[in-house]
């Protein structure tokens, strides 16, 4: 495996922390580059509501898929050396890098880019003396608050109703104290649970939505399919080295200096156990306890990844009480310290967030797509016919 041992020049007194290249805050920048030259590139300023550029699917409803980048030739190149070879192949270019390595990570953005643009024609619209570069700021303010709005719907199937109500649940003011970054914890560990929910087949892909019919089925089944934890393929065993998402993320945790598996159960309130009968009762599960201890010889050894997907779920959710405290101490912390969280006095008017209130994934499905009954819960599974409304059913924004 190749790594990085972090290193500086710096006095051995200065207190450091490893730098997180992702933002912390919630307002769909994923959607939108960091970089202004690259963000250039991707609108298309010709259009009087300066929309984000789109390409349409050569055959098909008159839907779009994200655009294909010229300036990401190096990702084709890449793209050969995939587990999918196919010779066809079409690179889409969004805010965030990794977007072409998941489809359904790449339909997702194509869904929130035609929203953009919906908003922004709507805009022009109404508001017809405001410019191009205003229609699109606006627009893009407003898929944050989306974002911010929803964000719960999400976690209250990650943390359990349980976090939700303990630390998710009534917005009381902005903490000017706080910082809504993600620690190296929460970064490197917490937030990388979801690796056990990866398709194998859904990598390195992206040629799939143009060639195999857009993005509409790869929705239907993010929303008519049950996540599954591919436990089974998150570890690879070959002669060659390991070199998997388990191994990179323990890896990456050591190079951070990660705290032991006990330290964080001890930061979040919650028991360390010193021995076999102890960390069954925590794993419940004595097989497994015996595994990790033959492994690590103590519990405060065990990577906190680690011993945190090892643990059984919290009512509800899909992780166990170590990484739903982490997780919602972060979003916590991410909503009361972000000066342009949609709450926050100011951020936008009492008739705005009435408005944003109404939102739903549900309805900027129906709004993008040829998809016309969906669940009124995405994020929760529905067998098809049982808990899907039609879209003309759904309130509209």
Known sequence: MFFFFPE???SRSVIEDAVTAAKATVDNAYEYS????????RRNAASPSDVLRLLKQPAGPTRTAVRAADYMDVAVKL???????????????????????????TS??????????????ALAKTQSSLGGERLYQEARKIMGGYFQVREGDYLLHIVGPDFIAKQLSTYLVMMKTWTPASPNVFATAAYRFAHLMFSLSSFFAPWRIVFEGGVDPILRGLVGRQAKLNTDRLFKFSAELALDLGALNMQRG??????????????????QPRNLAQLAKVMNNTDLAKNLLNLYGTPDNIDVWLGGVAEPFVRGGRVGPLFACLIATQFQRIRQGDRLWWENEGVFTEAQRE??????????MCDNTGI???????????????GYTQCEDIPTF
């Open 372 to 386: 016309t009954e969906v669940p009124d819960r995405p994020f929760q599974y529905r067998p098809r016919g049982s």
């Open 254 to 271: 050591r190079d951070h200096g990660l705290p032991g598996y006990n330290k964080w159960r001890k930061f979040c309130g919650l028991s």
């Open 79 to 105: 793209l050969k050396r995939s587990l999918n070879r196919r010779p066809k192949r079409s690179i889409n270019a969004t805010g965030d890098e990794r977007n072409n390595e998941n489809i359904c990570l």
């Open 108 to 121: 997702l953005h194509t869904l929130l880019m035609r929203e953009h643009n919906r908003l922004a024609r």
């Open 355 to 364: 408005s944003l209130r109404e939102t739903s994934l549900a309805r900027i």
């Open 8 to 10: 500086s020049r710096l």
């Open 34 to 41: 960091r970089q202004e030259s690259i963000d250039r590139v």
